[in-house]
Nanobody, 119 residues
Framework: QVQLQESGPGLVKPSQTLSLTCAVS??????????WNWIRQPPGKGLEWMGA???????YYNPSLKSRTSISRDTTKNQFTLQLSSVTPEDTAAYYC???????????WGQGTQVTVSS
């Protein structure tokens, strides 16, 4: 079973770039039909899909965040990375990496990492 683990700074200053990494074990990020997602949940709010990188390397973004979001991968390390630029306190949230496949839909979730944007 695929396991995911997020890592990154817990505190980011406004206007800086947030960078998080998701380490994948138990499977390859190039496995056919897999999409590797970032989802976040601000305090007291619902889940928000931010974007994904496919097994092919193609990327997909939430239109509302597209201008500030970049997702990339390192196949040699079997991990993928989220970068969110020009952060504001409204980007404070728990960030999760999540798998999705065209065969089984949503699958494994990382434990999540809390990111606070504050000066």
């Amino acid at each position: 079973q695929v396991q995911l683990q997020e890592s990154g700074p817990g505190l980011v200053k406004p206007s800086q770039t947030l960078s998080l990494t998701c380490a994948v074990s138990g499977g390859s990020i190039t496995t056919n039909t897999y999409y590797w997602n970032w989802i976040r949940q601000p305090p007291g709010k619902g889940l928000e899909w931010m974007g994904a990188i496919a097994y092919t390397g193609s990327t997909y973004y939430n239109p509302s965040l597209k201008s500030r979001t970049s997702i990339s991968r390192d196949t040699t390390k079997n991990q993928f990375t989220l970068q969110l630029s020009s952060v504001t306190p409204e980007d404070t949230a728990a960030y999760y990496c999540v798998t999705y496949t065209t065969k089984t839909a949503w699958g494994s979730w990382g434990q999540g990492t809390q990111v606070t944007v504050s000066s």
